[in-house]
């Protein structure tokens, strides 16, 4: 089994930072992609970071610039650094990761339990 623990999340100012941090544990899986998504008030929840095993990102076009996401494998951890915040990215944020699972011999997906971040105008 694996479990996903996030922090990092709270309060900022538009056109602050926060840093989002997410570290897996558990045993016989292998992590390829990891990923953020953003939980809005009322809204469908999207992603807006992925990091693929090797390095390479993904973002969604409203935070291209503005977030980065970086990886951390013989920590298994997942980062998303968020500058220069905006009112609009308030709400949860979870991390998932994509996993083969060695045990089972398949790939899995887990979640986080989510970290909430409120930016304020």
């Known amino acids: 089994q694996v479990q996903l623990a996030e922090s990092g999340g709270g309060l900022v100012q538009e056109g602050g930072s926060l840093r989002l941090s997410c570290v897996a544990s558990?045993?016989?899986?292998?992590?390829?992609?990891m990923s953020w998504y953003h939980q809005g008030p009322d809204q469908e929840r999207n992603e807006v970071a992925r990091i693929k095993l090797g390095g390479a990102a993904i973002y969604e076009a409203s935070v291209e610039g503005r977030f980065t996401i970086s990886r951390d494998d013989a920590k298994k951890m997942v980062y998303l650094q968020m500058n220069h915040l905006r009112p609009e990215d308030t709400g949860t944020y979870y991390c998932?990761?994509?996993?083969?699972?060695?045990?089972?011999?398949?790939?899995?997906?887990?979640w986080g339990q989510g970290t909430r971040v409120t930016v304020s105008s």
């Open positions: 558990g045993r016989s899986f292998r992590i390829t992609d």
């Open positions: 998932k990761i994509h996993v083969w699972d060695m045990l089972s011999e398949r790939y899995k997906d887990y």
